[in-house]
């Protein structure tokens, strides 16, 4: 016969360890986002302005673009 041995509270161990682990790694986000430095109310209202300005400006040129290029393609009748 074999002999096994059986660790105390093994069987626990491995059953808990996965939300021991769960719960380390979300006291250590909730820390860090502690540390976050937050932009404010004017940089957030500013930075949304300019990626706003910036979508309409390129969908503006690739618009123009699709127009040349549809043009070109209609002069060239490439496609009947």
């Known amino acids: 016969m074999v002999a096994v041995k059986v660790q105390a509270g093994g069987f626990v161990r491995r059953l808990v360890r996965p939300f021991t682990n769960t719960w380390n790694f979300l006291q250590e986000v909730w ?6 430095v ?7 209202y500013t930075f949304t302005v300019v990626v706003i300005i910036a979508v309409v400006i390129v ?3 690739v ?8 043009k070109l393609v209609g002069l060239l009748r490439l496609y009947r």
């Open 31 to 36: 820390q860090e986002l502690h540390r976050v």
């Open 38 to 44: 937050w932009p404010s109310h004017e940089e957030t």
């Open 59 to 61: 969908a503006i040129w």
């Open 63 to 70: 618009g123009l673009l699709d127009m040349i290029f549809t």
